[in-house]
């Protein structure tokens, strides 16, 4: 059989070997986004504690409680420029991993979570006359879909990341984490959250360790590896 190539053929461009595909260029700022949300949303929130002691404790209050009280517009602000750079990071990891069949969900999902956080600075929490931080409507709502879908999202994500060899590394740790997520999603719900909750007193510290040790750093990670695999002759 002789080859024979059409003019739409010729219209083809294709990559050099040995020359990696041109990526859009504003992935690396997508994966910048990943890093920098967690990062900057924690700086933002241990400075506001600093700034708050005495009158608000990290260990008995969540994040949130920050909205209520004394320039709350700075949380609620927080909390809307992480669901922003949340949705953008959303946006470069369905992009910068290679694609499967049902690969869209764990992305996302991650851009779920990124509405969450939009809808908790839109949703804040108040405090009454007595001191005592309520939610008006909306908040726990926003809270439960940042807290889920972003467990969610890390395992629904792990097998897209096993079939991409700059990230499948990574696939068991994201699994692990998510799932971990989930389970202190549940318990967080049970026995740490509501006011009658047995554990309740501890809810700041017991957010923290979730974020700090478990979503944060995964997010973190993967953005990272996803900065890395745009440039992988460097390092």
């Not at 053929?9 to 997508?30: F, I, M, N, S």
Request: net charge neutral.
């Amino acid at each position: 059989m002789s080859e024979t190539r059409t003019t739409r053929d010729l219209g083809k461009a294709e990559p050099a070997r040995g020359v990696e595909p041109r990526r859009p260029g504003w992935l690396a700022w997508a994966g910048w986004a990943g890093v920098a949300g967690p990062i900057l949303f924690t700086a933002t929130y241990v400075t506001q504690e600093l700034l708050r002691q005495g009158e608000y404790s990290p260990v008995k209050e969540t994040v949130s409680a920050l909205e209520a009280g004394p320039n709350g517009w700075v949380q609620q602000v927080n909390f809307i420029v992480f669901g922003l750079l949340t949705i953008t990071f959303a946006a470069g990891l369905h992009q910068g991993v290679r694609r499967s069949r049902t690969g869209a969900a764990g992305p996302a999902l991650v851009f779920v979570s990124g509405v969450g956080l939009l809808l908790a600075g839109a949703f804040p929490l108040h405090e009454d006359s007595a001191g005592a931080t309520y939610d008006p409507g909306g908040h726990f709502v926003a809270g439960t879909v940042f807290f889920l879908s972003s467990a969610l999202a890390l395992v629904v994500l792990s097998p897209r990341l096993a079939r991409d060899p700059r990230f499948e590394n990574l696939s068991s740790y994201t699994l692990v984490a998510g799932v971990a997520g989930l389970v202190a999603f549940v318990v967080m719900g049970a026995f740490v959250i509501p006011d009658d909750a047995p554990l309740h007193d501890w809810a700041g510290l017991m957010q923290r360790i979730v974020i700090l040790t478990v979503l944060f750093p995964c997010r973190v990670i993967l953005a990272a590896r996803l900065i890395k695999a745009l440039h992988p002759n460097e390092g």
